[in-house]
């Protein structure tokens, strides 16, 4: 499995990113594919989930209306739309793969439950 996440960078507050994970390896269908954050002195934290086999997503409550997680034509990326980014967003974002044995909403929130993670792009909000 190979992950590999482009698109972060410094953005003033209210401003958007959008973060590209390009990723290969393993059978769409049996994969769900998620957006985690790390922000320092703190845990990783799931913050979007999709399923490769039909597009189901799971949004983080923090997150929700700000950051979507899309992929388009089922092609071999995953995106995470940001907008209205905030200072508290400021972390290293990830993408990581994991065995699709549950809905979104549970694995989402369990980012043990992922066994394949990208080197990470970090994304500072501040003015």
């Known amino acids: 499995v190979h992950l590999v996440e482009s698109g972060g960078g410094l953005v003033q507050p209210g401003g958007s990113l959008r973060l590209s994970c390009a990723a290969s390896?393993?059978?769409?269908?049996?994969?769900?594919i998620g957006w985690f954050r790390q922000a320092p002195g703190k845990l990783h934290e799931g913050v979007s989930c999709?399923?490769?086999?039909?597009?189901?997503?799971f949004d983080a409550d923090p997150v929700k209306g700000r950051l979507t997680i899309s992929r388009i034509n089922r092609n071999d990326t995953v995106y995470l739309q940001m907008s209205g980014l905030k200072p508290e967003d400021t972390a290293v974002y990830y993408c990581?793969?994991?065995?699709?044995?549950?809905?979104?909403?549970?694995?989402?929130?369990?980012?043990?439950?992922?066994?394949?993670w990208g080197q990470g792009t970090q994304v500072t909000v501040s003015s």
């Open positions: 999709i399923t490769g086999s039909d597009g189901a997503t």
């Open positions: 990581a793969a994991g065995a699709l044995i549950a809905p979104v909403r549970d694995l989402c929130p369990k980012p043990n439950l992922f066994g394949s």
């Open positions: 390896g393993f059978t769409w269908d049996r994969v769900a």
